[in-house]
């Protein structure tokens, strides 16, 4: 694990630039920093040494010096590959596998690609054709940006490493902000830094005589096998994770693993105690309504593994609020990231390499939304469309009650109702909210693609499809990889696996999801391994007590500075943002994702747009 940066064109200390870029990405690999300068390009990397500790050292060069590496990830299939190398006739000089890209790429192009078991994110430079090559792995676990500005091309790991160069020219992408006041993040493929870009999942791009063009070599499909069992679906599952697992072990460097109380990380530590002696991390909270140390306490000990847990209160959850999203490039309103950079930080401590549960959601039905067909089911095959429409348009009006929103989502297909996870500011709640007008697009601009490719699939799989493209890189895999390199900790999702993927595609929806409970078939594996109560527990996602912090006065004031600001005034209607924090006090509405979702945007902008980022990179070096 580790990042790169670079960039194309003519510049006069070529040098100096690269190192001071490096130096904005110094976390994501503390152990090596070294770069590549010739009169077209430059590549820089850092290094968190996983494997081949001395000889898998970047930029990396093929025999005849045609082409250069830099590589962030992991290819857990790479022996294999270098053993057919070897066979083609290609000579190796060290064990890592960043050389078997290299060799790879040389043999078989593109095709290389869909070879690979990993996470990945790398750009190799032909000298010859003058061309660069960029890849990002199957489900976006692995970040890579690009920009093109004043001449020059950026490519790289984070965006902040594009900062110190003089052709980088920084804007808030204004145009974004109702589409991140409501999905909480931003969503598809541009960010909120004006004319930079995020390489879709699974696609490569070649920039050659300053043009760009992106491929689409792989896609997420479902092919359902209605012939096999449930017990038979629960036999390959628990045989498929087991040998995931192994495989994601692979390092020359200790591993750990990250315990909650949800069964995606339990079912993880169960298959990693199998192997070895393994430490774990938990995060909790003094507040025993919120935290989950407890009950991983409780798994731990039933498999006898070593659990270290931190505990974290109000001050340090607020005083990480600018480091936190200073580390995630990109706004996001999602509570739970602060929990991921204290518990990555906490692990830092005694391993580089954790394995973590993040992608069963989305692998094997795992979110209680995906309940929502099922209890929809009835009302919209007994009930005409129209019908259904005119008893929404009757209670749209009217004060809550128990079953209106029942009536107002039963009017509505999936494709019109359910728009990813997250759904913060409604529409036209969120132009009162907003100073300017914005020539923003509905919800459905971004989720019409994925549901018309998953058109012939049921409701919940629709659903599952979305949040692959969606949710999940957006904000999942985001701060999964942001928070954890932060602290130069290597996070690994062995449930986001080609092989487990291929398994999980064919599983009807009714093993996945019913009335009941969601994972059904993931679950029931998951309890061979360890006790029902730990297999069957309720979904937390990280929950913190914000809503109770948000109410005590020193966070209430610190958080209404923010809402008060020039900044603020700039972007909000600040009478709107001071109203949504007195209601939360006082206990009238709990609106704690909507507060979130707009205090992580001004806090952003505070650090990338009003010096804070500066101030945070001095206060690293101060302390390094």
């Known amino acids: 694990m580790c ?52 000889g898998g050292r970047q930029p990396m060069e093929n025999e005849d010096g045609s082409m250069v590496l830099v590589f962030n990830g992991e290819i857990y299939n790479f022996q294999g590959i270098r053993e057919e190398l070897i066979e083609k006739g290609h000579v190796f000089k060290t064990r890592s596998d960043s050389e078997v890209l290299l060799h790879g790429y040389e043999e078989y192009g593109p095709e290389l690609l869909n070879k690979l078991r990993g996470m990945f994110a790398f750009t190799i430079w032909d000298k010859k054709k003058k061309k660069l090559f960029g ?19 950026f490519f790289g790991s984070e965006i902040k490493g594009f ?37 879709p999942p699974a696609h490569y791009y070649e920039w050659q005589d300053g043009k760009m063009t992106i491929t689409r070599y792989w896609q997420p499909t479902f092919n359902f096998d209605y012939e096999k069992s449930y017990d038979q679906f629960v036999d390959e599952i628990s045989e498929t994770f087991k040998e995931s697992v192994k495989t994601h072990m692979i390092a020359d460097v200790e591993v750990g693993s990250f315990l909650s109380s949800g069964v995606d990380s339990s079912y993880v530590a169960c298959e990693v105690s199998k192997l070895q002696k393994v430490r774990t991390y938990t995060i909790g909270f003094a507040n025993l309504k919120y935290s989950e140390a407890d009950d991983a306490k409780f798994l731990a000990d039933e498999i006898h593994v070593e659990n270290n847990r931190i505990l974290i209160d109000a001050d340090d959850y607020f005083n990480s609020i600018q480091a936190v999203q200073y580390h995630l490039d990109e706004p996001l309103g999602n509570t739970s990231a602060n929990n991921l950079y204290y518990l990555s930080e906490f692990a830092s401590r005694d391993v580089k390499v ?14 209680n939304v995906y309940k929502e067909p099922l209890s929809l089911e009835s009302y919209q095959k007994k009930v005409p469309k ?11 009006p009217m004060p809550d009650f128990k079953g209106r929103n029942f009536f107002i ?70 701060k999964a990889d942001k928070m954890s390199m932060a602290n130069s900790l290597e996070l690994r999702v062995p449930f986001l696996d080609k092989e487990i993927f291929a398994l999980s ?32 527990r309720k979904k937390l996602a990280f929950p913190t007590p914000i809503p109770d912090w948000l109410k005590e006065e020193k ?24 109203e949504l924090l007195e209601d939360h006090r006082a206990g009238k509405r709990f609106k704690v994702s909507k507060i979130w979702v707009v205090l992580s945007f001004l806090v952003w902008h505070k650090v990338f747009f009003e010096g804070g980022d500066e101030k945070l990179v001095n206060e690293k070096k101060a302390s390094a």
């Open 3 to 54: 990042g790169f940066v670079g960039f194309t064109g003519p510049l006069a200390d070529k040098q100096s630039v690269i190192d001071e870029m490096l130096n904005r990405i110094h976390h994501r690999g503390p152990d090596w920093q070294d770069s590549y300068i010739d009169d077209d390009v430059v590549l820089g990397f850092a290094r968190l040494s996983i494997i081949d500790l001395e």
């Open 386 to 396: 129209f019908v259904r429409k005119m008893i929404a348009g009757v209670v749209k």
């Open 555 to 578: 966070y209430y004031n610190l958080v209404k500075e923010y809402f008060t600001s020039e900044t603020a005034n700039k972007y909000f209607n600040t009478d709107k943002l001071v």
């Open 354 to 367: 954790v394995l973590s549960g993040e992608g069963a959601d989305e692998m094997f039905g795992g979110y």
């Open 135 to 153: 890849a990002r792995d199957f489900f976006g676990i692995k970040p890579y940006y690009y920009a093109n500005m004043n001449g020059t091309f």
């Open 163 to 199: 900062l110190p160069h003089p052709n980088f020219k920084r804007e808030v992408n204004e145009e974004l902000l109702p589409d991140y006041l409501t999905f909480g993040c931003i969503p598809g493929y541009d960010t909120m830094f004006k004319n930079v870009h995020k390489l």
């Open 505 to 536: 595609n064919t599983l009807p929806a009714n093993y996945k999801v019913s009335l009941k409970n969601t994972k059904l078939a993931l679950r029931s594996a998951a309890n061979r391994e360890m006790n029902e109560i730990s297999a069957n």
């Open 409 to 478: 989502r039963g009017s509505k297909t999936v494709e019109e109702r359910y728009i990813g996870n997250s759904n913060v500011f409604k529409v036209g709640e969120r132009d009162k909210y907003l100073k300017k007008k914005y020539k923003s697009q509905p919800p459905t601009w971004f989720t019409k693609k994925f549901y018309d490719e998953a058109k012939d699939y049921d409701d919940i799989t629709k659903m599952q499809y979305l949040d692959i493209h969606g949710w999940m890189v957006q904000e999942i895999l985001l």
